[in-house]
């Protein structure tokens, strides 16, 4: 039942979604885009019905849900798998659209909308003609399902139990949030390449409010992808037992890509403002902030690579190139048609001046997105040339990415107060000389106490001198100038990034691990401090078997635990346990080696929690900035 | 001028800094850190912490004892898994670094040029 209704309004959608496109008349234009929000909301909280009714005849339920799934994993189930999360996916695509229009009702074109809703057409049509989540099963695999119709009102059989999602997925409550985030974040990047496409087209070029609309509809991607990517390094670090949180995996990167072009264009739009220059780079940055979302799907979906991440499932793949392809099409010829305009783009005659160095910022920030896409597909590369599998792994981006990621860091200080004309350096040094040197003997302090590299005692001086000076500017000026919030939020920001590097460079540099062989009620020493084992626990849940093994310092008792999922071939999980102090964590995960010896991998690790109030100020230094969307 | 000199001191003892309290990374961490473990979805040896890793740290730290050459290490390795155990190819394979930097310096030239003011 659930399955043909499902497949039945997934049609209706995609059909008021091509009257959209052919559609003349504004007034009807809001009602679909209208109707259109109200299917897909019906449609997601449909396939939520079937997922707690536990209907299995939708094969998508039966595959990735079961009956013994907890609620919430249950309700996360819809976006656990390919053909659900597309369809999340297009409800966040319809919210956009609604909202879109009902932000620059007054002065979109008809053309914004139509390429919206071709946009939408394309990502509705793939659950239409090629993989539905509401596909009904009509062949039972040993558990779940293993041939699908999406037709509707078919005979369609039903799986007794359900097979459940992913382990990896059903471990921790933030797995509820981290991927939507990122889905609201790329899906959010379609706004700005309809507004700079559609303004260009039917404006010709005649002004710069193409840019504007951009900026501002990139405001809610950017905060959505930087909480989005927080989130998924701290499920990865604090949940999943991995030490890391961040590999350079694959999927990785291809959030960081739109990330690091996304915050390229939000500086670079701002010189377009003031100096109107840049046109034509920003235009293909915004052009490059959509495209690279959905090569990120492409490289997830498609299953050309091998990742933590990666689902892959039969033809998304083709379809993601073709999407691709057509919408590289449109964005180049809306852009040759503005030749002209793009040509009015100024040259930069400062480039010592707030100009040059948002060039400079856009040059580092674009230069890393592409080694960083660069490094992604050189395994790809690799097999089809010479047949030859190569990982890239950290130290790629360690020796190339690091350094521009520095240099950026560097720039940031220059931001603070930038002249028009070229800044006079001999008169910066001067004027900043006491907190300068203020700065550098912090830094010797710092680093008197650590093991020291060139890279650590560069990013500590540099990250130091960012947050006295951004410190200062805040005690000095922030009650006496005019409030701006697009300087001040940037500030916020940028010292996040600082606080950020900090603890990320402490975190690279400082870090070690051991492993303890011991059994049950022994203590063991590390770091200057002793930790208790007791006995380990066994707890049997309805989808899973959790092992906990209690481990005590002086002061608190934490688990570190395995959990053992059932109906699921993949390996267990362990998940850690943290002790932690400002400057390290104390971080153990578990090995059971028999019923009373255990093997422990106790590392210690730095800076995280630094790293973590970083994110946290960078992230939410944009919230005023939405604010502006009510004008 | 006081100040300036002041400046000039700090750089210097920072600059020194690496020299006096060196990092000791030790070889075993080198190595960990640079082989794949296979069965655990992209992370390293010295990360997971499943069976498997652990077993080829074993044989890691083994080999490291028994003061066996980088070569011979890389050999055994890549031997057995092939090359993609390898997570620093960059030693071995220059050309993974200089085909990005090329590209970046092709990109930034452009650029540049592109906004370059004639005078």
């Given at each position: 039942m659930i399955s043909s209704i499902g497949i039945v309004f997934s049609w209706i959608s995609f059909s008021l979604l091509v009257i959209l496109f052919f559609n003349k008349k504004k007034y009807y234009t809001e009602i679909l885009v209208r109707i259109n929000l109200f299917i897909q909301i019906f449609l997601f909280c449909l396939l939520e019905v079937g997922l707690f009714l536990n209907d299995f005849s939708v094969s998508y339920i039966a595959n990735y849900s079961a009956k013994s799934t907890p609620p919430l994993y249950k309700f996360a189930s819809l976006w656990g798998s390919l053909d659900g999360s597309i369809l999340l996916w297009n409800l966040c695509l319809s919210l956009f659209m609604y909202l879109y229009l009902k932000l620059y009702k007054n002065t979109s074109s008809d053309l914004d909308i139509k390429i919206f809703s071709l946009i939408m057409i394309f990502f509705v049509g793939y659950t239409v003609f090629s993989s539905s989540p509401f596909a009904g099963c009509i062949e039972l695999a040993a558990i779940g399902c293993s041939n699908s119709t999406i037709l509707p009102f078919q005979e369609l059989v039903t799986s007794s139990i359900g097979r459940g999602p992913n382990p990896l997925l059903q471990n921790h409550p933030l797995m509820a949030i981290h991927p939507p985030m990122l889905y609201v974040g790329y899906v959010g990047m379609t706004m700005p390449f309809v507004a700079a496409t559609g303004r260009l087209y039917s404006k010709q070029g005649r002004s710069n409010d193409w840019v504007e609309v951009a900026e501002k509809t990139t405001y809610i991607p950017w905060l959505f992808l930087t909480i989005g990517i927080t989130l998924g390094a701290a499920w990865s670090y604090e949940v999943l037992g991995w030490g890391g949180y961040w590999a350079w995996d694959p999927v990785e990167n291809v959030?960081?890509?739109?990330?690091?072009?996304?915050?390229?264009?939000?500086?670079?739009?701002?010189?377009?403002?003031?100096?109107?220059?840049?046109?034509?780079?920003?235009?293909?940055?915004?052009?490059?902030?959509?495209?690279?979302?959905?090569?990120?799907?492409?490289?997830?979906?498609?299953?050309?690579?091998?990742?933590?991440?990666?689902?892959?499932?039969?033809?998304?793949?083709?379809?993601?190139?073709?999407?691709?392809?057509?919408?590289?099409?449109?964005?180049?010829?809306?852009?040759?048609?503005?030749?002209?305009?793009?040509?009015?783009?100024?040259?930069?005659?400062?480039?010592?001046?707030?100009?040059?160095?948002?060039?400079?910022?856009?040059?580092?920030?674009?230069?890393?997105?592409?080694?960083?896409?660069?490094?992604?597909?050189?395994?790809?590369?690799?097999?089809?040339?010479?047949?030859?599998?190569?990982?890239i792994g950290r130290s790629y981006y360690d020796v190339i990415v690091g350094p521009l990621l520095l240099i950026l860091l560097g720039l940031m200080i220059f931001s603070i107060k930038l002249p028009i004309k070229n800044l006079n350096f001999k008169k910066w040094t001067d004027e900043n000389n006491n907190l300068i040197n203020s700065s550098l003997i912090l830094s010797v302090f710092i680093l008197l106490y650590l093991n020291n590299s060139y890279v650590l005692v560069v990013t500590v001086a540099i990250s130091v001198l960012l947050i006295v000076l951004t410190f200062k500017n805040f005690y000095k000026n922030f009650r006496g100038q005019k409030t701006n919030i697009s300087y001040w939020t940037g500030q916020i920001a940028h010292l996040g990034i600082a606080i950020f590097s900090l603890g990320i460079i402490l975190n690279v540099s400082q870090s070690y691990s051991t492993e303890k062989e011991i059994n049950s009620f022994e203590e063991f020493s590390f770091n200057n401090q002793t930790y208790f084992v007791y006995d380990s626990i066994e707890e049997s849940l309805p989808e899973k078997n959790v092992i906990k093994l209690p481990i005590s310092n002086q002061s608190t008792t934490k688990f570190t635990s395995l959990n053992i999922f059932k109906n699921s071939s993949q390996q267990a999980i362990s998940s850690p346990a943290v002790f932690r102090t400002f400057l390290n964590d104390i971080y153990i995960t578990v090995k059971f080696i028999d019923e009373n010896s255990y093997k422990l991998i106790v590392r210690n690790n730095y800076g995280i929690f630094i790293m973590w109030i970083g994110l946290f100020i960078s992230s939410i230094s944009f919230l005023p900035r939405l604010k502006k969307y009510e004008k | 001028m006081k100040n300036k000199f002041l400046t000039f001191v700090l750089l210097i003892s920072l600059t020194a800094l690496p020299s006096i309290f060196p990092d000791n990374e030790s070889r075993y961490e080198q190595w960990s850190k640079s082989l794949l473990c296979p069965v655990c979805q992209g992370e390293t040896v010295f990360d997971s912490p499943s069976e498997y890793a652990d077993d080829m740290g074993a044989i890691l730290l083994e080999q490291i004892n028994n003061g066996l050459t980088d070569d011979e290490i890389y050999n055994f390795w890549v031997s057995r898994y092939g090359e993609r155990i390898i997570t620093n190819p960059i030693n071995r394979n220059l050309e993974i670094l200089l085909i990005p930097l090329l590209i970046i310096s092709v990109f930034i030239f452009m650029f540049v040029r592109k906004l370059y003011a004639k005078k």
């Open positions: 959030s960081f890509i739109p990330w690091l072009l996304a915050t390229a264009f939000l500086h670079s739009a701002k010189i377009q403002k003031s100096q109107n220059t840049l046109l034509n780079w920003n235009y293909i940055l915004v052009g490059l902030m959509f495209l690279s979302t959905i090569f990120g799907t492409f490289i997830t979906r498609s299953g050309v690579l091998i990742s933590v991440h990666a689902f892959s499932n039969g033809n998304i793949g083709t379809y993601l190139l073709f999407g691709m392809l057509l919408f590289s099409l449109i964005f180049i010829v809306i852009g040759s048609k503005n030749i002209d305009y793009f040509s009015k783009s100024k040259k930069i005659d400062n480039w010592f001046g707030k100009s040059g160095f948002f060039v400079y910022n856009n040059i580092f920030l674009f230069s890393a997105a592409l080694v960083v896409f660069i490094g992604t597909i050189f395994p790809l590369i690799y097999e089809t040339l010479y047949d030859r599998q190569i990982t | -």
